[in-house]
């Protein structure tokens, strides 16, 4: 069969891409169909087809046999980070169902100003008892720098405490229903909404994006005791609990560009500059996102903004070759915050570069992988926001003694 999409305005010569969005053949787990086109794309035409009532349905089942059981206690455990999906999941829950769930936050301790705010508006707005776990700054750098190595992308403490704090949360609090936003059917072609590639379980997350256990990360810097918080619970504890999981994308239709509309307007959500991506809501709570897409460039030809470009071509609202354009000027862009990363490693941008290089697919070691200086400065500081109270305040005269100074 010949191909007969435009492969001209393509972004990665020798890549071949899908041949009706901008999903490139290097993305993990995806599969191209006889007509070259992507499982994202052939999943994104099931949405259209599924009795979305049939699965509300179901939801409303779920979500009342919860109520139904949890006496005193909370309905479910809601695991959100302050994105545009966490007000979306507590409104669903709280406003629509009537559910009491306990919010459980896995801090990665790089949270934006905007990500900082939007966290505690979500909790004032939705009146939710919440739970967080941050870990310490020094394991947190530590970690950094030991997960370019081990897996790629700069993120391996996200990934994993993300699927493990919940968990543990999950077992000691005896909740068991865990409840998600997105479905991994929309974006990632890992699976499709007929079909679904990854059930949730214990295990899911590190099959998904940590990829090594706690116990797999330790080293000559990093000891099993620095690690615990990092531990799943047993799956004799995830049993005797009674442990599981839904994606709320998985039961009603999903749609983020409307759902981020709606949820700025009502709920006072903030989106901001996000490097490698043309949109300002994904991963909005984390300063580092433009690193780890950038490892995901250097290591697969394609960054964030592939994954938004072929979302916005599929629903009508870019051309293939618009979609390219913007993945040319996004994904190959160097982030600011990978000076933040290079400090906190002690790495210099060459060492980066070097793990870089043999983490790139063998497919792609003889292809050139294009990189462009980042045109302006970034509209938010990339780095903690914490980090910048903190000196804020260490900088910032003590006002009782200005006062008493004053006085004298
Ligand atoms: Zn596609």
Same mark, same amino acid.
């Given at each position: ?85 966490? !007000?979306?999941? +507590?409104?669903? #829950? &709280?406003?629509?169902?009537?559910? *009491?769930? %306990? ?6 301790? /790089? ?21 967080? !776990?941050?870990? +310490?700054?020094? #394991? &947190?750098?530590?970690?950094?720098? *030991?997960? %370019? ?6 993120? /391996? ?252």
């Amino acid at each position: 069969m010949t191909n007969v999409s435009d492969t001209s305005s393509e972004p990665i010569k020798g890549i071949k891409y899908c041949t009706r969005c901008c999903v490139p053949e290097t993305q993990e787990g995806v599969e191209f169909d006889e007509m070259g086109i992507c499982t994202a794309c052939r999943s994104s035409e099931e949405k259209m087809h599924i009795d979305w009532t049939v699965r509300e349905k179901q939801l409303r089942t779920i979500l009342e046999e919860a109520k139904a059981k949890s006496g005193n206690g909370y309905d479910c455990v809601l695991p959100i980070s302050g994105g545009k999906d966490s !007000f979306f999941q +507590a409104h669903v #829950l &709280v406003k629509v169902y009537g559910l *009491k769930p %306990l919010a459980v936050t896995f801090n990665q301790n /790089w949270v934006s100003e905007t990500g900082f705010y939007n966290l505690q508006r979500c909790l004032e707005v939705f009146d939710l008892d919440h739970l967080q !776990f941050t870990p +310490a700054r020094s #394991l &947190v750098n530590r970690l950094a720098k *030991k997960s %370019l190595d081990a897996i790629g992308d700069a993120c /391996w403490h996200c990934h994993s405490g993300v699927g493990a704090f919940p968990l543990q949360v999950a077992t000691r609090f005896k909740i068991p229903l865990l409840v998600w936003g997105e479905s991994i059917s929309e974006n990632a072609g890992r699976a499709s909404y007929s079909c679904p590639g990854v059930k949730f379980d214990r295990d899911y997350f590190t099959k998904v994006s940590a990829k090594l256990t706690a116990q797999e990360m330790t080293s000559a810097e990093l000891s099993a005791r620095d690690l615990h918080p990092f531990e799943l619970p047993s799956y004799e504890e995830i049993e005797k609990t009674g442990v599981w999981g839904i994606h709320l994308g998985d039961y009603m239709f999903w749609d983020d560009e409307r759902q981020t509309e709606w949820i700025r307007e009502v709920y006072g959500w903030r989106e901001t500059e996000m490097e490698g991506a043309y949109k300002g809501y994904k991963s909005a709570e984390c300063i580092m996102a433009g690193v780890h897409d950038f490892t995901c460039y250097l290591k697969r030809g394609f960054g964030r903004s592939t994954g938004q470009a072929s979302v916005d071509v599929r629903n009508g609202l870019l051309t293939r070759k618009e979609g390219f354009e913007l993945i040319r000027h996004h994904d190959q862009e160097r982030p600011e915050a990978l000076d933040y990363y290079l400090k906190i490693t002690g790495l210099s941008e060459a060492e980066f570069y070097d793990v870089m290089r043999e983490k790139k697919l063998a497919d792609l070691k003889t292809i050139d992988l294009p990189i462009h200086p980042k045109g302006k400065p970034n509209a938010e500081r990339l780095v903690p926001f914490v980090e910048q109270i903190i000196q804020k305040h260490l900088h910032q005269p003590d006002p009782r003694v200005t006062r008493d100074q004053e006085d004298n």
